[in-house]
């Protein structure tokens, strides 16, 4: 005879097992079940919380701990990025300075000859090995290696040739602040590209900045001649004519041509580009060239701190225009007044009076 449980069972569609088990209370009622119950020692045990009300008793950040570890996580990215910003802020024009010095080592590609510049050459290997282990000497500090190839490089030209390895170390001797070493790296660059340091070197490179395919690797070897003494003030002449060109990559290659020639009579060029050129681009590259890049002395470039400090307040400039003139001060002066234009006064006209004491000494 049927067991009528069992019947019950299978016409619920219920396995042995769960009737076995009973019915399965919920986790409210399990512990609620459990409030009240003595122990054999006829003591009742300690009540148990309802879920809910132990859910209410947690920590805070038991639930929430995700939460609060996302929000601190960005806020320390945030915290980071702006450190970061701030310090590009305050280094000025000193990274775009060696950019821009950079691009003037890399406008000396793709010309004509064989490539660097130059008419085809006869290579001497054994001087172009010498040529490049001076070079690294000069780009890793050697303080003997400047006044070396100073007298050298002129043995150089036509029998050596601008290689990936010297472009590397023409471009770090550039990015240097030590002037001796920037004038070795202009004429090394000179000796190696084959352009003669004299007239007749002048009048090849004359010849190309009228091709608009040499055009910007023309502009920089006037600028680099002018500065090793090429008659500077024809040169600067030659490349002012370009400062009003229709293309702004010739315009910021005349801009840093001229600061290469590094005369006096070039700052007030600079000056007129970054205050009036039309386009950003020549602004700033005005700029990086008066107060980082460039071969300006010290002196030359308080010269342009001068006129600089005019304009912090000057509304005719762009806000842009103004934050460059900024940093620009900021970089030749070593000095952090912001756009406090009574403080840059007055610590400008105090080191101008400073130094002609000691010229008077």
């Known amino acids: ?65 995700p939460v609060v570890v996302w929000f601190l996580f960005v806020v320390a990215v945030t915290v980071v990025s702006a450190f970061f910003i701030a310090r590009g802020i ?50 890793t500090g050697d303080p003997s290696a400047p006044a070396q190839v100073l007298a050298e490089t002129d043995g150089w030209t036509g029998k050596t040739h601008r290689t990936a390895r010297t472009n590397q170390f023409i471009t770090v001797c550039l990015n240097r602040s030590d002037r001796p070493v920037r004038e070795a790296a202009v004429q090394a660059q000179l000796a190696l590209d084959g ?57 910021g290659s005349a801009v840093d041509a001229l600061s290469l020639v590094g005369t006096d009579e070039t700052i007030p060029m600079l000056l007129d580009r970054f205050r009036n050129d039309p386009s950003p681009i020549v602004q700033e590259r005005a700029a990086c060239d008066l107060a980082q890049s460039g071969m ?7 010269v342009a701190a001068e006129s600089l400090v005019g304009w912090i307040d000057d509304s005719l400039l762009s806000a842009q225009q103004r934050g460059w003139t900024i940093q620009a001060l900021s970089d030749i002066t070593g ?12 610590w400008i006209d105090a080191a101008k009076k400073q130094t002609t004491g000691k010229d008077q000494v």
Do not use: C
């Open 1 to 65: 005879m049927a067991d009528p449980s069992k019947n019950d069972e299978l016409n619920n569609g219920k396995s042995a097992s769960e009737t076995a088990a009973g019915p399965q209370p919920t986790g409210g009622e399990a512990v609620q079940a459990r409030v009240g119950i003595e122990d054999p020692t006829g003591k009742t045990s300690p009540q148990t919380v309802a879920p809910d009300a132990a859910a209410s008793r947690r920590p805070w950040l038991y639930g929430n701990g």
């Open 90 to 139: 305050r280094g000025g024009l000193h990274e775009i300075g060696r950019i821009d010095l950079a691009r003037l080592a890399s406008a000396t590609s793709g010309s004509g000859g064989d490539g660097n510049g130059s008419p085809e050459s006869t290579v001497d290997p054994a001087l172009q090995g010498e040529a490049e282990t001076l070079l690294q000497r000069l780009a």
């Open 195 to 251: 352009v003669p340091r004299n007239d007749g070197g002048l009048a090849r490179v004359e010849q190309a900045v009228g091709d608009a395919d040499q055009r910007a690797w023309a502009l920089w070897m006037l600028g680099a001649l002018g500065n090793r003494g090429v008659d500077p003030n024809h040169t600067a002449r030659i490349i002012e004519a370009y400062l009003d060109d229709s293309s702004v990559q010739v315009r």
């Open 296 to 302: 300006y002395t010290q002196s030359q470039r308080m």
């Open 335 to 346: 000095k952090h007044f912001g756009t406090d234009a009574g403080a840059w006064r007055s």
